[in-house]
């Protein structure tokens, strides 16, 4: 073998040796290999990725990756990975957290993220609860749903994801499974590929605190047959991609059929429910101010940039 041919990253390259304190058989895990899985597939250099995360056990997964990493504060994450992806352009900006960190605390800043269409991957651990803090119902839960966590049926009803996603302006919007590592790290990758805000809300189970969506239920164990609570929208032929991006006709059609199919509950339907090119928060930025482009603002000594201009535009 040659000296300079190129090193092969594997799924080895992004573990972090860090101690993993989840419980055993949490959904977590399955997450955070499909992660490691879509960025090996994807050969990103773990020092061009920085992963963020919100508060919750989800929240523990940068600890857990060799990347850059940062644990924000609940409901937070996309405002510090926006931040961080604007002031480095460069970088690969993977954020993640709980249903209760993203719809709960965070859902203000979620759909202020899908707005501004900045280039980042979004991942949202949905285990219907909050793991951290006991077992909660969380945003996700449906009214008249009650885990062996809560002392009562849920009194609110949930909030669809998916749905709110297409409102929000998010330009990739999928669902996975978080016991489908295979499957899953796909769809993480071509999250990460998308120029864009994208998210993909990941099924997971809870072992500790969700009795009701086991790996059992979502898997049909007790159906004729076991068949699956899940089906894969591409097995039906749905294709959720805008061809043309200028045209509204097509844009309503394509948003209308992933916001139907996103309220199918049984069996649930995961995979990439809408896609579309458009440009991003970037590339206004990079309009507006061209030498950020080349040269990221972390790579830029604010000291020496000439601030007069500015000053005068607002004399
Ligand atoms: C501002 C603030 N409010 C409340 C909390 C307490 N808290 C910590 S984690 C959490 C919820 C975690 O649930 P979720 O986001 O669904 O993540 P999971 O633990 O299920 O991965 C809450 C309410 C906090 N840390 N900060």
């Not at 949202?124 to 749903?145: D, I």
């Not at 998010?170 to 899953?184: N, V």
């Not at 458009?278 to 950020?292: S, W």
């Amino acid at each position: 073998m040659s000296v300079n041919a190129p090193v092969k990253l594997t799924i080895k390259d992004y573990k972090s040796e860090l101690h993993n304190d989840w419980c055993a058989g949490c959904g977590d895990f399955g997450i955070l290999t499909s992660i490691q899985m879509a960025l090996a597939q994807l050969q990103l250099d773990p020092d061009k990725v920085a992963v963020f995360s919100g508060i919750g056990c989800s929240g523990k997964t940068p600890h857990y990756i060799n990347a850059y990493g940062f644990h924000t504060l609940h409901g937070r994450v996309l405002t510090v990975a926006t931040g961080a992806r604007l002031a480095n352009t460069k970088q690969t900006v993977l954020a993640l957290g709980g249903d209760g960190d993203g719809y709960g605390i965070g859902a203000g800043y979620f759909v202020g993220a899908g707005r501004r269409n900045v280039d980042f991957a979004y991942l949202v651990h949905n285990n219907n609860v909050y793991g951290l803090t006991k077992g909660q119902a969380s945003p996700t839960l449906a009214k008249g749903k009650k885990t062996k966590s809560m002392p009562e049926q849920s009194i609110q009803d949930g909030i669809n994801p998916v749905a709110m996603a297409i409102a929000s302006g998010y330009t990739f919007i999928a669902r996975a499974y978080a016991l489908e590592p295979k499957y899953t790290a796909g769809i993480i990758a071509r999250a990460i590929e998308h120029r864009g805000a994208a998210l993909v809300d990941v099924l997971q189970t809870c072992p500790t605190y969700n009795d009701l969506y086991t790996k059992e239920w979502y898997e049909g164990a007790d159906l004729p047959e076991k068949r699956s609570r899940l089906y894969k929208l591409e097995d039906q032929g749905f294709d959720g991609k805008v061809k043309d991006p200028t045209d509204k006709q097509e844009i309503i059609a394509k948003k209308s059929a992933a916001v139907a199919r996103s309220y199918e509950d049984e069996p649930i339907p995961i995979g990439v429910y809408y896609e579309i090119d458009l440009p991003t928060y970037e590339d206004e930025v990079f309009r507006r101010i061209p030498d950020l482009k080349e040269t990221p603002l972390v790579e830029q000594n604010a000291f020496e940039r000439d601030v007069n201009p500015l000053l005068e535009a607002m004399r």
